[in-house]
């Protein structure tokens, strides 16, 4: 029998505690060592959550799933002691049992921490948010930029007009097709494209700025310095991954880091039978697709007469595997580097001899 009455008593006995977090109300549920569940409250107001949290006796392990907060509330418990533990939402949402609402969302939190097999999210500090912040708002720019341009392209396919890919076009084809009067567009055609080619520059403006930061912010760290030291990273790639903070204590070699952010094959396998398939795309899907533009720079940039072992490694990968296949290849090997790096003090740099090493200054 499920109790919900708020006694000190039932919330003592409580080993674990989930919380279904929102902006105002919290649905809370508390379980025993055996996994009976002991305690269920629904909290009405962030001020009375604070004062409920502030109770809690130290030993007891709180669990959130990751949204909006999460981060914030977990710091919360842990300044005050008790260990906290962001579980993955879309992790969580397999144990949910019965209709989606806030009770069966908590009842879902607490079974989801009894799976052994589930990781929790890093809790992350202040200067860490910030920089994800960044990064989340640059991306958020270049998406908007990215969709003013396919719409300018449209609007003026419509009429007649096409546009060569790239920025180029859109910078400096558009305006003489502006100007130009015996293009076939209508006055009030011109002023919205007009309106829209200046949006377009001022999300560039921005982009530009934010770009600016994450590559100061990058030559001010140590560890963002160490790992611009490998092919493929640059400023953007390594704040992103330290504003990440994935720990990679947390992995037990360099193969389980990568699977980590989805760059392993896929696997669909059965008693003897082993098949893998495409990547698996799990995990932070951000930092996935940075890491395979970096290593698309870099094999537009392996000349095909060098002798240096590693390009010789990736003028293979490109002559059997094609370039898609060796970039995800090349951006996999690039977070085991990763990981090697972040456990240490080391510096990749490249050798002549049997391969690429890690060594330290």
Same mark, same amino acid.
């Given at each position: 029998?499920?109790? =919900? ?41 962030? *001020? ?6 502030? %109770?809690?006796?130290?030993?007891? @392990? @709180?669990?959130? *799933?990751?949204? &909006? ?8 418990? %842990? !300044? ?11 992790? @969580?949402?397999?144990?949910?049992? !019965? ?32 920089? =994800? ?50 293009? &076939? ?61 994935? *720990? ?59 002798? %240096? ?9 490109? !002559? ?25 003090? =080391?510096?990749?740099?490249? =050798?002549? !001899? ?8």
């Amino acid at each position: 029998m499920i109790n =919900q009455s708020l006694s000190s008593s039932d919330l003592s006995a409580c080993t674990t505690v989930a919380v279904d977090l929102a902006k105002r109300v919290f649905q809370v549920a508390g379980e025993d060592a055996l996994g009976q569940v002991l305690y269920e409250e629904r909290i009405k107001s962030r *001020e009375a959550f604070y004062t409920f949290l502030c %109770q809690l006796p130290p030993e007891v @392990v @709180v669990l959130v *799933e990751t949204g &909006p907060g999460a981060q914030a509330w977990a710091r919360q418990l %842990q !300044g005050q002691g008790n260990l906290a533990r962001i579980l993955p939402a879309r992790l @969580v949402a397999n144990h949910r049992s !019965g209709a989606k609402n806030d009770r069966n969302d908590a009842l879902a939190i607490l079974r989801a921490g009894r799976d052994s097999n589930i990781a929790a999210v890093p809790i992350k500090s202040a200067a860490a948010l910030a920089m =994800q912040a960044l990064h989340r708002a640059r991306q958020g720019y270049i998406r908007r930029r990215t969709a003013i341009s396919n719409q300018m392209r449209g609007l003026l396919l419509e009429h007649g007009v096409t546009l060569a890919q790239g920025d180029v076009a859109i910078s400096q084809t558009i305006p003489r097709v502006l100007e130009d009067a015996t293009q &076939p567009l209508p006055d009030m055609l011109r002023e919205l494209i007009d309106e829209l080619l200046g949006e377009w520059h001022h999300m560039g403006e921005r982009i530009n700025v934010l770009t600016g930061r994450l590559e100061t912010a990058a030559n001010d760290d140590k560890t963002a310095k160490r790992l611009m030291t490998v092919r493929g990273i640059g400023p953007i790639i390594a704040t992103a991954l330290l504003a990440k903070q994935a *720990e990679p204590e947390r992995f037990s070699n360099a193969r389980m880091f990568a699977a980590y952010f989805g760059m392993v094959p896929e696997q669909n396998s059965s008693g003897e039978r082993v098949r893998l398939g495409k990547m698996s795309k799990r995990g932070d899907g951000y930092i996935r697709s940075l890491m395979i533009q970096g290593a698309h720079s870099v094999l537009r940039q392996v000349r095909p007469d060098s002798q %240096q072992p590693d390009d010789l490694r990736l003028l293979r990968w490109l !002559g059997r595997l094609g370039r898609k296949e060796s970039a995800v290849r090349l951006a996999n090997r690039n977070l085991r580097i990763v990981w090697a790096l972040l456990q240490n003090e =080391q510096t990749y740099r490249r =050798q002549p !001899g049997n391969g690429q090493v890690a060594i330290s200054h």
